[in-house]
């Protein structure tokens, strides 16, 4: 290990929670270092979110029932109260005013005219507001259905150019610096060269956990890092089981990568129909195409095993005019979207995370944890669509402002973890093959329906799985490997959580307790 570093906020990833968390910070004045893993914007999740951000229009305790509804009743009501009565807040001073994000329908940005409502309706001058599934008004902000990267290149240019603040790509934190309840930084490593970096206070943001399944709407890298290393840290981690699955991904075939196609799509009217050309949602829910995610993605799941494929039809909508930039990745891989888009279920989203309270504060002193890595109980069992960006702004700000509370201080340089590099002799590939494996048995064991013989199977996989890779990180470091141990450990959280809890709500589905989703009657038959 080399020298040292300090600073007062380390944030661990780059998106929206990491950057609104560095923001909070650098605004009381602190020195803030982002480390993220990734080279390129596009290795965080926010880059990648189509639909939106969800705001409060007049009626706030519609929202709160909306969210309360997708979660299957079990959000945690005050954590809905902190989303609600923060988002516009939250939504006009960062994203609208310090960004100049210009959401569509925009007229103060496009004109300079009056400031724009964010309570007003179409029509009135107001934003152009989306609808999602389970969404029961128009209250979405978004640029197209490319809404993520308008937010997240701004806000990273704003950062870089804001004194105190460096965000650091290529450095991806491998272990928590902890020292009696007490957690002190990381030990980064950067540029070929591990040390630790001193912090006051330790802002974990480092998104999802798609790594861990065969298709999944994250991006790369998605490997669960930040609950890994606060797990092992001995933070408390909850509400693992409900893991959200997005029920129109591209379904693709063989090497091809799949893509997000948005909800936004089905929230203007395209409908989804099975092998046998059969529009069958109105027979599994009365909100068809609009019922909760976990919902649509069970019956697409069932649809798909029936009838050997689910095409989302988009004739209902100008397509091309309103989605180009789906149009175009229809087009790269030769789907004329005319004929119908091909779609799957994928993971999409970790309800549970790393417990936090209503500042993102953790069970450990001194560590944060916001976004997708984080567990506030907003969500519940089931998150509604467009309020992931929401939840990470919100937590972000408060946590970074919570972070800085300290008196500015030294950190406490308390002796680091001892990282080893003993043994060279490291396959080359072996986090990558091991990495196949895990997917595999999530795949298999730990879907979108769960059978406790399948969960007791994949525990078991995992499990040897780890003292694998716990020995050889008891003799070598690299990156790879790291992440390796995050994912297993991560996979472990959820395939315990979803074997303790035999109740099915939500994105969590037991088989012992139901019965598989089967196609049900269309209503023609
Ligand atoms: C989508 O655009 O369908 C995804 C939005 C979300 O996950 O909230």
Redesign the pocket.
Same mark, same amino acid.
């Given at each position: 290990m080399t020298g040292h570093e300090t600073t007062d906020v380390l944030v661990v990833g780059a998106g929206i929670g990491g950057l609104a968390a560095a923001l909070a910070a650098a605004r009381e004045g602190r020195d803030v270092l982002v480390a993220t893993k990734s080279t390129r914007p596009e290795g965080a999740s926010s880059w990648w /979110? !189509?639909?939106?951000i969800a705001v409060a229009r007049d009626d706030r305790a519609q929202f709160r029932r909306d969210i309360v509804a997708a979660s299957d009743g079990t959000a945690d009501l005050d954590a809905v109260e902190t989303l609600v009565e923060n988002a516009n807040e939250a939504v006009s001073d960062v994203l609208v005013d310090t960004l100049g994000v210009s959401f569509d329908g925009d007229a103060a940005a496009s004109d300079g005219s009056t400031e724009t409502s964010l309570t007003a309706g179409d029509g009135d001058g107001g934003f152009d507001f989306g609808r %999602? /599934?389970a969404h029961s008004e128009d209250r979405i902000l978004h640029v197209g /259905?490319a809404t993520g990267k308008h937010v997240h290149v701004p806000f990273l240019n704003h950062l870089d150019d804001r004194d105190g603040v460096e965000i650091r790509t290529d450095a991806a934190a491998l272990e928590l610096i902890r020292h009696e309840g007490r957690v002190h930084g990381a030990v980064v490593e950067s540029g070929g060269e591990r040390a630790p970096v001193y912090a006051g206070a330790t802002v974990l943001a480092t998104g999802g956990i798609g790594d861990l399944f065969p298709r999944s709407?994250n991006p790369a890298g998605a490997t669960g890092d930040g609950i890994g290393m606060a797990a092992l840290a001995g933070a408390d981690v909850t509400d693992m089981e409900y893991v !959200?699955y997005?029920p129109?991904a591209y379904a693709a075939d063989g090497d091809e990568d799949g893509f997000? #196609?948005? %909800? /936004? #799509?089905r929230g203007e009217g395209a409908v989804l129909r099975n092998g046998d050309g059969e529009r069958f949602m109105p027979a599994y829910h009365e909100d068809a195409e609009l019922a909760p995610?976990d919902v649509v993605s069970r019956a697409v799941a069932a649809e798909r095993r029936a009838t050997g494929e689910v095409l989302l039809d988009v004739s209902p909508l100008d397509f091309a005019g309103e989605f180009p930039g789906l149009a175009e990745k229809c087009a790269d891989r030769g789907v004329d979207p005319t004929d119908g888009i091909p779609v799957a279920p994928a993971e999409?989203?970790l309800c549970g995370g790393v417990a936090v309270d209503d500042r993102g504060r953790t069970s450990l002193d001194g560590l944060y944890a916001v976004g997708e890595c984080a567990c506030t109980g907003l969500h519940g069992a089931n998150?509604?669509?467009?309020?992931?960006?929401l939840e990470g702004l919100v937590w972000g700000l408060r946590a970074g402002a919570d972070a800085s509370r300290g008196d500015g201080d030294d950190p406490e340089r308390v002796a680091p973890p001892e990282l080893l590099d003993r043994d060279p002799a490291l396959p080359d590939d072996f986090a990558r093959q091991k990495f196949r494996r895990l997917r595999r048995v999530t795949d298999e064991c730990v879907g979108i329906e769960r059978d406790p013989d399948e969960l007791r199977r994949a525990l078991g996989v995992l499990r040897r799985l780890k003292g694998e890779v716990d020995s050889y990180v008891r003799t070598r470091t690299s990156r790879s490997l790291y992440e390796l141990r995050n994912a297993t450990v991560t996979g472990l959280l959820v395939t315990r959580h979803a074997l303790a809890n035999d109740e099915s709500v939500g994105t969590h589905y037991r088989l012992d307790e139901g019965e598989a989703t089967e196609p049900r009657p269309t209503a023609d038959d």
């Open positions: /979110a !189509q639909g939106g %999602e /599934a /259905a709407t !959200q997005h129109t997000l #196609v948005s %909800e /936004a #799509v995610r999409h989203f998150r509604l669509a467009s309020t992931s960006l």
